[in-house]
């Protein structure tokens, strides 16, 4: 069985890394960094990318097949990239390993609290989890102001994914929002 899993998840490679590069341009709009002040650094950066994977990842892995093997593609696309970007950054070899997999540690932790809050359509518990991970605040530091329209625009980007057609995603085409003015 796991022979026709390779060939499988090899069939959906190209497919997931013309989505990944789609979210990478989503997430890279510079209306999040510059109107919501998403940290332009290298973790905010890595935070707006993970971002749109998972809300892609989310809806792919609820479609009929081959949706959950696009997803699979598409997660496996962003961690081939990030372990090429340590590389070229310049990561010796012998870490780069424990380095991907702190961000794999990362990207989970934040699906986890990101999934949790829109199955519950707890709004609060969505806002608490993007400023807890993209702006890095603690409980008792005061809400950064961009927050309720990230919360907002996930909640959107959420509902405008739900109505692509799972061909035009198996063809690598994907759409999402701008962000609103």
């Given at each position: 069985?796991?022979?026709?899993?390779?060939f499988?998840r090899?069939?959906?490679?190209r497919?997931?890394?013309e989505?990944?590069?789609?979210?990478?341009?989503?997430?890279?709009?510079p209306?999040?960094?510059?109107?919501l002040?998403?940290?332009?650094?290298l973790d905010?950066?890595?935070?707006?990318?993970?971002?749109?994977?998972?809300?892609?990842?989310r809806?792919?892995?609820r479609?009929?097949?081959?949706?959950?093997?696009?997803a699979?593609?598409?997660?496996?696309?962003?961690?081939?990239?990030m372990?090429?970007?340590?590389?070229?950054?310049?990561?010796?070899d012998?870490s780069?390993?424990?380095?991907v997999?702190?961000m794999?540690?990362g990207?989970?932790?934040r699906?986890?609290?990101?999934?949790?809050?829109?199955?519950?359509?707890?709004?609060?518990?969505?806002q608490?989890?993007?400023?807890?991970n993209?702006?890095?605040?603690?409980?008792?530091?005061?809400?950064?102001?961009g927050?309720?329209?990230?919360?907002?625009?996930v909640?959107?980007?959420?509902?405008?994914?739900?109505?692509?057609?799972?061909?035009?995603?198996?063809?690598?085409?994907?759409?999402?929002m701008?962000?609103?003015?």
């Amino acid at each position: 069985m796991a022979f026709f899993n390779f060939f499988r998840r090899r069939r959906w490679e190209r497919t997931g890394f013309e989505l990944y590069a789609v979210a990478v341009a989503a997430a890279r709009r510079p209306g999040f960094y510059a109107k919501l002040d998403v940290p332009d650094t290298l973790d905010g950066r890595f935070d707006m990318v993970g971002l749109h994977v998972f809300l892609l990842v989310r809806h792919l892995s609820r479609q009929k097949r081959p949706g959950p093997d696009l997803a699979q593609a598409l997660f496996d696309a962003m961690f081939s990239d990030m372990d090429l970007n340590l590389r070229e950054m310049g990561v010796g070899d012998m870490s780069i390993s424990r380095k991907v997999r702190a961000m794999w540690d990362g990207f989970h932790g934040r699906a986890v609290a990101y999934t949790q809050a829109l199955n519950t359509q707890d709004t609060p518990g969505l806002q608490a989890a993007l400023a807890r991970n993209v702006w890095r605040q603690t409980e008792d530091a005061p809400m950064p102001a961009g927050v309720p329209a990230l919360a907002d625009y996930v909640l959107a980007q959420e509902a405008h994914l739900s109505g692509q057609s799972l061909d035009a995603l198996s063809a690598g085409r994907v759409h999402f929002m701008e962000l609103p003015a």
